[in-house]
Structures are given as structure tokens and as C-alpha cells.
């Protein structure tokens, strides 16, 4: 069983930045791909941003893109999201969820985490 502890939301003007952390327990998360996903008031869950086990390979929505990045670091057992230049459209709760191939090319998503806001002034 894996726990998902994100951290590092808050409040932040427009333009400035964050730095979100995902913080796993109960068992090392290196072999699980790590995506953030988050989710406005009256919005459906969106994906942010992805990266693989290793962290070679990254993908972003096109809405972040150029302006989060995306890290890990396995010995800490810890995913990142470094968040710039942000926009009001950027307040939501944050949401880290681990990714687990299942054959066939699919995933599916094992474990979750509580989320952190993150509230974006204008």
C-alpha cells in the first residue's frame, strides 16, 4: 500500500510561483509512473502534468506547458511540480496520483493522494 502526501499549495499573485510536493509512503514509488491532475469548483478533474519511473520522459497539458515542471526524485520517494508564472485559471486543488501499466499499452492509477490547494489571485 502506497500513501500520497502532497504539499506546498497556498496563495500566490498571478505571475507568481509554487513548488508542490508529493511525498509517498508505505513503499518506494520508483517503479510507478507519477502524474498530477487538479481540479477547479465546478470543473471535472483535469491532468496537469506526467512523468515515467525514471523521470527521462515527461508530458505536460497544453494549458501548463512552458510554464510547470515536473520532477522526481526516487530516493526521497518524492514527485515534484514547480509551478511559474501562474494565472488565475491555474486555482484548483492539486491532486499526485501514481500510474501503473496494466498490459495492452493501458494504466491505471493505484493510489491517490488528498490534494493541496492552490489559490491564484488576480
Known amino acids: 500500500q502506497v500513501q500520497l502526501v502532497e504539499s506546498g499549495g497556498g496563495l500566490v499573485q498571478a505571475g507568481g510561483s509554487l513548488r508542490l510536493s508529493c511525498v509517498a509512503s508505505?513503499?518506494?514509488?520508483?517503479?510507478?509512473?507519477m502524474d498530477w491532475f487538479r481540479q477547479a469548483p465546478g470543473k471535472e478533474r483535469e491532468f496537469v502534468a506526467a512523468?515515467?519511473?525514471?523521470?527521462?520522459?515527461?508530458n505536460y497539458a497544453d494549458s501548463v506547458k512552458g510554464r510547470f515542471t515536473i520532477s522526481r526524485d526516487n530516493a526521497k520517494n518524492t514527485v515534484y511540480l514547480q509551478m511559474n508564472s501562474l494565472k488565475a485559471e491555474d486555482t484548483a486543488v492539486y491532486y499526485c496520483?501514481?500510474?501503473?501499466?496494466?498490459?495492452?499499452?493501458?494504466?491505471?492509477?493505484?493510489?491517490w493522494g488528498q490534494g493541496t490547494q492552490v489559490t491564484v489571485s488576480s
Open positions: 508505505g513503499r518506494t514509488i520508483s517503479m510507478y509512473g
Open positions: 496520483a501514481a500510474r501503473k501499466g496494466v498490459g495492452g499499452g493501458k494504466y491505471e492509477y493505484a493510489y
Open positions: 512523468i515515467n519511473w525514471s523521470g527521462g520522459t515527461t
